[in-house]
């Protein structure tokens, strides 16, 4: 069992900058694929980010170029920075981790609010 609390969220003007951060309440090393996806009301949730521990990341396309995701396994966190925040990009974050082959565990999210 992992639990995953994210950190970081809030309301920002378009343009700004956040940094979000997923915790682990375990070691992270042995855990190949962790990442974020989000979601907005009425919609499925869409992946935004994800890294491995070889440090192979992939992007959604509406945020590649602004997004980057990084993990810093001596501190068990996953962190990514949203830079050019736009209102679009408005949603609850998730982070996530792929433990075993069959189990993913989710965080509760955290709200993300661009402003125009």
């Known amino acids: 069992q992992v639990q995953l609390v994210e950190s970081g969220g809030g309301l920002v003007q378009a343009g700004g900058s956040l940094r979000l951060s997923c915790a682990a309440s375990?070691?992270?090393?042995?855990?190949?694929?962790m990442g974020w996806y989000r979601q907005t009301p009425g919609k499925q949730r869409d992946l935004v980010a994800r890294?491995?521990?070889?440090?192979?990341?992939n992007y959604g396309d509406s945020v590649k170029g602004r997004f980057t995701i990084s993990r810093d396994n001596a501190k068990n966190t996953v962190y990514l920075q949203m830079n050019s925040l736009k209102p679009e990009d408005t949603a609850v974050y998730y982070c996530y981790a792929d433990v075993s082959i069959v189990n993913r565990y989710w965080g509760q999210g955290t709200q993300v609010t661009v402003s125009s």
């Open positions: 375990e070691s992270i090393n042995s855990i190949n694929t």
């Open positions: 890294i491995t521990n070889g440090g192979s990341t």
